[in-house]
């Protein structure tokens, strides 16, 4: 709780910072195709993983600093994880992990505007926090769920603490927004890195939203 609350202030922070300064404020949500990464010194254990569908929601405030060039920051409500599904004994075998995470992007977005249409990429760091989620385990019509244990002990699943690169793509018309965007985590989430063991977050997300301001 205690880098929760940091996290949390760190976002707070973030968002009243360029307030200040900004020039749009705004509102976006949308899906997420959630995905992981884990391998080791040996082998790739991700490869049969499959996209997780989740959502994304939060707010965002952009400064413009000219007329290509703008920053926009947010705070967002991201889910993560991860999907397999496999044939075992003649019945499916499903495992899900859907964690929920506070994240914090800070974008470069760069694009001209033609016409009424503004277009733009974006490329900017993230930093998140885990705060809720669930392992689901179905199979044969029987499921079962727990909690996801946040922290760095031997008795935790996970740690909290995720940051990463990301980047998109998108359109403003009118005040509405449309955009395509990819998180590459980097950082490893896995409590036990022997053998260099890690597992790290990527997320595929697709938001609308409309923006106030000028």
Do not use: C, H
Request: proline content about 2%.
């Amino acid at each position: 709780m205690k880098n929760l609350s940091k996290v949390l202030l760190f976002s707070l922070l973030t968002v009243i910072s360029m307030s200040t300064f900004a020039q749009k404020i705004g509102v976006q949500g949308g899906i997420n195709l959630a995905n992981m990464l884990m391998k080791d010194d040996e082998d790739t254990y991700s490869d049969d993983f499959k996209m997780n569908l989740g959502f994304n929601a939060g707010a965002t405030v952009e400064i413009g600093l000219g007329s290509l060039l703008s920053l926009e920051a947010g705070v967002m409500a991201d889910t993560k994880g991860f999907k397999l599904e496999e044939d075992y004994m003649g019945e499916t075998y499903s495992v899900k992990a859907n964690a929920l995470y506070i994240d914090v992007p800070v974008l470069v977005k760069v694009g001209p505007t033609l016409g009424p249409v503004k277009v733009f990429v974006a490329a900017g760091p993230y930093v998140g926090f885990g705060i809720a989620g669930k392992y689901t385990v179905e199979m044969a019509g029987e499921k079962e769920s727990e909690d996801i244990q946040w922290g760095s002990g031997d008795d935790d699943d996970v740690k909290p603490l995720d940051y990463g690169a990301k980047f998109g793509v998108g359109a403003e018309a009118m005040g509405f927004t449309f955009g395509a965007y990819y998180s590459l985590g980097l950082a490893n989430i896995a409590i036990d890195t022997d053998g260099g063991y890690k597992e790290s977050n990527r997320v595929i997300s697709l938001s609308v939203g409309y923006k106030f301001g000028k």
